[in-house]
């Protein structure tokens, strides 16, 4: 049993900032890559940044230069760091991770936090 727990989301002005957090709890023996996604109202979920086990990255180009993501596997969490956010990034933010157990791997997903970005 795995858990994902994000924290950190809220209201903001534009062009403020905001920090995610993800903690992954349980029968983990490793994470492979971690991932924050989000999900405006009426719209398809969409992949934000992506980092892998070695520390590799990618970000969707609308981000870039903006949102940097991060990791601590000492602490089993991953991080976004949210700069001049934007009114059309409102949305509920998911942290995605690919866990490894002992004989297999599989993707488990967060509950999701509130990202409100104000005009």
């Known amino acids: 049993q795995v858990q994902l727990v994000e924290s950190g989301g809220g209201l903001v002005q534009a062009g403020g900032s905001l920090r995610l957090s993800c903690a992954a709890s349980g029968s983990i023996f490793s994470i492979n890559t971690l991932g924050w996604y989000r999900q405006a109202p009426g719209k398809q979920r969409e992949l934000v940044a992506v980092?892998?086990?070695?520390?590799?990255?990618n970000y969707a180009d609308s981000v870039k230069g903006r949102f940097t993501i991060s990791r601590d596997n000492t602490k089993n969490t991953m991080y976004l760091q949210m700069n001049s956010l934007k009114p059309e990034e409102t949305a509920v933010y998911y942290c995605?991770?690919?866990?490894?157990?002992?004989?297999?791997?599989?993707?488990?997903w967060g509950q999701g936090t509130q990202v409100t970005v104000a005009s």
């Open positions: 980092i892998t086990a070695g520390g590799s990255t």
């Open positions: 995605n991770a690919n866990i490894r157990h002992i004989t297999f791997s599989r993707d488990y």
